[in-house]
């Protein structure tokens, strides 16, 4: 079964050369069931070092090394990309009013929908909180905003059928890769932080005037 790069688990093989060929004693073979467990005992810490453990998903660590690979190979290769840095709307209110047990459940809901709506080549992650990242391979700013308007409205249709006394919804920001401005991971998330932040910003002074015109 394909891992998505979401869901990314690190693999290696342990390789044991000798010049002879020789049959192995029972003590060797302990030996190499010994080396094979402490091989495996790293590999797992690895991979939880680098997942959410409440979503399953990347957490910022693993983002941002997956994330690099991702933009130096488009780099290479002349590849466009673009990355959407994503915050959940009035998410504290959900903790405040429901609790924080059905808090986490809107992120793993929100995070299983992110799952189902994007493609296998994208990388999404749980950058900590509310905040999260997707990051589009061969994409230009044009067809990940059209993505993240798919998923807007895939969340849209979720809320409705799961009718929790709440509905889920986002604030994003969307940053095409520029080689030659974002030397790094950290460069791109910054400038898609502050195109979130300017959505948000809209987003509140729209529901301002509409609650001050309703009041009238």
Known sequence: ???KFSEWKQTGTLCIIDQEPRNLTDEDLDTLKDLASMVERELEAVQLATLDE??????RRGFMALAQHSLNLCTRQDIPASLAFVDLNKFKPINDTHGHSEGDKALIAFTEQMKNAFRETDLFARLGGDE???LFSNSSKVSATDAMKRFSKSLEEYNQKANRGYDISFSYGI???DPDK????DALLTDGDALMYEC????KNLEDKQLSASSR
Request: net charge positive.
């Open 1 to 3: 079964m394909p891992v």
């Open 54 to 59: 409440l979503t399953n998903i990347s957490n």
């Open 132 to 134: 999260f990242v997707v």
């Open 175 to 177: 940053v095409e890769f």
């Open 182 to 185: 974002h030397h790094s991971v």
């Open 200 to 203: 948000k910003q809209q987003r």
